[in-house]
């Protein structure tokens, strides 16, 4: 219906099948390029990661701007809990830091409704955050936001909405166009709707050490 969210769509965004994996003790990360190269991160004890390649192929025309979906996912291959709940363990400092040097070097960030209103508490987090958090939420701050939704009113700072759902692709595409560097897209809903148009140049899958045992 047109009063649909784009960031309510419940379909799985992506499937890793015939994808072998050990955890030990820590998250996993994959990373699958548009031009067919996947690399799997391994974060170690001694927390570096370690890539294995893997070969992999998506078609579509080359932009300017690099479109990446990252997202956690437990071994069972969940995202979410049957409650719809993350259920995924919250990240130590090393992975942390390491979401913060990927915000750094992000360009632009899209988010359908739900995920941006789940990281707009890095807008003002706590005072007595630890300082690995804060470093992340200066990160997040400074990064420009494209929010697409067609039921909020508004969005924080450094943020823009569009709320006509028949200006996603047009307005992606735009931005694709425009944008030197990475784009991040966040929420599994608004990245389902670029994956079906072609729009997604990487996946970057973080392998949680946890099963849920069902969920989305």
């Known amino acids: 219906t047109a009063e649909h969210d784009v960031a309510d769509d419940d379909e799985a965004p992506f499937i890793?099948?015939?994808?072998?994996?050990?955890?030990?003790?820590?998250?996993?990360?994959?990373?699958?390029?548009?031009?067919?190269?996947?690399?799997?991160?391994?974060?170690?004890?001694?927390?570096?990661?370690?890539?294995?390649?893997?070969?992999?192929?998506?078609?579509?025309?080359?932009?300017?701007?690099?479109?990446?979906?990252?997202?956690?996912?437990?071994?069972?291959?969940?995202?979410?809990?049957?409650?719809?709940?993350?259920?995924?363990?919250?990240?130590?400092?090393?992975?942390?830091?390491?979401?913060?040097?990927?915000?750094?070097?992000?360009?632009?960030?899209?988010?359908?409704?739900?995920?941006?209103?789940?990281?707009?508490?890095?807008?003002?987090?706590?005072?007595?955050s630890a300082e690995f958090e804060q470093a992340y939420a200066r990160a997040w701050q400074k990064t420009p936001k494209v929010v697409f939704s067609t039921t909020l009113e508004s969005v924080g700072p450094n943020a823009r909405l569009v709320k006509d759902k028949d200006d996603v692709e047009r307005t992606v595409r735009q931005l694709k166009a425009e944008t030197e560097g990475i784009i991040e897209v966040g929420g599994a809903g608004l990245a389902a709707s670029l994956i079906r148009l072609g729009l997604v140049d990487e996946f970057r899958m973080y392998v949680m050490p946890v099963v849920l045992g069902g969920g989305k």
């Open 16 to 128: 890793a099948e015939g994808l072998e994996r050990q955890v030990d003790g820590a998250a996993r990360s994959v990373r699958v390029g548009h031009e067919g190269e996947c690399d799997l991160h391994d974060r170690t004890s001694d927390r570096t990661l370690q890539p294995v390649a893997i070969r992999n192929r998506f078609g579509g025309r080359r932009m300017a701007g690099h479109i990446f979906y990252g997202f956690a996912v437990s071994l069972d291959g969940y995202i979410a809990n049957a409650q719809g709940d993350i259920g995924l363990p919250v990240p130590e400092e090393a992975l942390y830091r390491h979401f913060s040097e990927l915000q750094e070097r992000t360009a632009l960030s899209l988010y359908g409704r739900n995920m941006y209103e789940v990281m707009s508490y890095w807008n003002a987090p706590p005072a007595e």
